[in-house]
């Protein structure tokens, strides 16, 4: 996590650069050298050849998938549409390094996946059906490689939503009720190598996530034992999934990457067996919400005789979840004055911290202990760096915020804020 004192350090020098404007209402930072260490100890934990598929959909910023692509030669992305694959490939990702996820892929998707040579996830024994009516009809074969996503059915974590391993999931196929369905499949398709499976992606503890990864790898050495009787090949790809809990409160100690690597080598071995299993990891919130904080100019200031209510740029627009979900969707908070100095101390009336939409749901925190704040102050909202921005609301057509990426003091403008004409054309 990143620490007000640093945000401070980062703070200070952006705005005494001009980094910030006038028209920054508020703005969105990546610390870049905090998302390379991420990158070089995740690659320490794992096997070399693991391909790390970096969930698109946690942080799609063109940029920062250009950035990550450069961190290590084994680093991929994890696509949840066709449109994250065609970013990708635009990133400079190359398809062997884009794994395909989608649960709703069309004929059209399949298609164009399978040309390009990427690795396709397969959500449904539906969907393995329109694979294989594909590659028969011969109108396209196969250039990369396929798994299906099977649901472990290990039970579900603290937060509802974000949990995908329970009796019942949107994504994959129940290995409890389908268990002979999908051993038919695997003796039936000589391609289908590869194996799937997503836990949840906050809120699961680790067990959970080894206890999901044992269900799908003692399938596998069942499965393999019978293909290999009939001469195919052996289930060579296990994509774990990711959802390794991070935390969002530096009171608490999330589990360490290297510690879930000891958990799955004691519970499945032979996965670090680079001649028995290609590994594939699919890490987002893990690789980028640390890395991230926003920040916001306060706009006014309410103060009721019970609380105060600090008037910001962000809201349900950013921060759909947190407004939401309140409960399991929490961030740390700080103060800067209008020069970014830290301010200490706490108010004698706690405050909510609410966004410019027009709903009254609109608040992204409520009882917030802060020092006092005042009309141009800017609240710092920590650990944004993932599925905050990729979320972005279109609700009351507010401009997107300056995304600015900094090493020490070295500042890059990854995306800029949108201007009016680029709003007026998203809904022309």
Known sequence: ??????????????????????????????????????????TSCFPPATLHGLAIKANPLTRIMELMRGFAPNIGVEAASIGEVTMALRSGYQPDHIVYDSPVKTFSDLEFALKTGIHINIDNLSELDRVNKITMAGSCTMSGSAG????????????????????YSKFGVPINFFREELEKAYLTHPWLTGVHLHVGSQGCPMHMLTDGIGVL????????????????????????????PISYQSATSPPSMDEYVRKIAERAPMLFDPASFKLITEFGRWIYTNAGWTVSRVEYVKRDPAINTAMIHVGADLFVRECLNPRDWRHEYSLFDQWGRLKEGTDDHPY???????????????????????????????????????????YNSRQTPRIVGYRADRFEILKERETLEELQGFWR
């Open 148 to 167: 299906l996503r099977i649901n472990p059915q290990i039970g579900l974590g603290t937060i509802l939503e974000s949990s995908v391993a329970g009796e």
């Open 352 to 394: 909510n911290l609410a966004g410019p939409l027009c709903f009254s749901g609109d608040i992204v925190a409520k009882n917030v202990l802060l020092p006092r704040v005042e009309e141009g102050d800017y609240i710092v909202i920590h650990d944004t760096g993932g599925y905050t921005f990729s979320m972005w609301s279109r």
């Open 1 to 42: 996590m990143i620490d007000a004192g640093s945000v401070e350090t980062a703070l200070r020098s952006a705005l005494s650069q001009g980094l910030i404007r006038q028209e920054d209402t508020a703005a969105i930072f990546y610390d870049l050298s905090f998302l390379a260490s991420r990158i070089k100890y995740l």
């Open 217 to 244: 790898y003692d399938f596998v050495a069942d499965m393999n034992r019978k293909r290999g009787r009939i001469g195919f090949p052996s289930i060579s790809v296990f994509d774990i999934g990711g959802g390794l």
